[in-house]
Structures are given as structure tokens and as C-alpha cells.
């Protein structure tokens, strides 16, 4: 009997979330829940139960005719999960453009069209240049223009970081003890 009930609750591509103790919910699709999780950890350095707690908070006080609270400072953890995820990203991205020899072609492609490496403020504006003018193979242009737009958030990201560390102190770790 259990294995048929893990069955039906598998079968079901809905996520139900619950909203009281009392069980009432509502159902969102999957695809749709697993890319907004995503998305808000990866933007907003939060995590899923924090922004929906942000968006009932919110919209309560929309309801009530009142000023919404200031939002909840993002979560230094989740940023910070966030940040590391996105430089795992952008180091595989970058080895596998490096493996097939074309990471600094389009590289200096991007900086003659413009880049600003340093800051990544015109990403946005580099990206469809490179594409368009990018002699190669179309995958190592999208790779690479991935590997831009994720050097872009992880610069806002690094931002996130400093601003919640000078906000809040965050606990340091201690230095490991080196052995005799």
C-alpha cells in the first residue's frame, strides 16, 4: 500500500504547498516551482520559504489598504551559496571553452566590442555583438556569452555579500590549527 501511494504522489506533477495547519493550499506545476526556487536563490540570495513569506507579508498588507513592511534583508548564507555555485559554474564553462581553444579569441572579441571586464556593466549590450560576429562554432558563442551573463550576477552577487557583511557582522571561522 505505501508503494502505491509514493506511486500516485510521483505520477503528480504538481508541488502542493501548504499554507496553514489546517492543510488548505494550492497546487503550482513543478517546472514552474523548481525554476522559481532557483531564480530567487540565485537573484535574491534567498531562500523559498523566506520570499513567500515576503510575498503573503506584502500582499496581506496590499489587501489591508496599509504601506508594506521593508523587506527582510537577504540571507548571507544563501547568497553566499549562491555566489559559490555560480563561480563553479563559470569555471566549468571557461575550461571547456579553454579545452577547445577559442576562450581567448572570444574574449578579445568581447573586449574590441567593448567589454568592460572589470565591472561587467555592459554585458547586456556586448552579448548579441559577439554572437552576431563570432566567427565559429555558434556553441562556444553561447557558451561564452553564458559564462558573461554569469560573470555579470556573480559581480551583483559579490556586491550582495559585501553590503550584508557591513550590515550584519557575519561569524568568521576560525583558522584551522596548522598540526606540529
Partial sequence: METEERNKATRNPQVVVYLGPDGHGGDIGRPEWTRWITLVKEKEGKSASQRVRELVRDDLARL?????PVADPPDYASAERSYLKIIADMSKIRAALKKAKVYDRLLALAKSLGLDANTCWNVDEICPKV?????????????????LKKNKEERRLEALLSSIAKKEKVPQTAAPEVAK
Fill in 64 to 68: 489591508e489598504g496599509v504601506k508594506p
Fill in 131 to 147: 554572437l552576431e560576429r563570432w566567427d565559429g562554432q555558434t556553441e562556444h558563442a553561447h557558451q561564452f556569452v553564458i559564462l
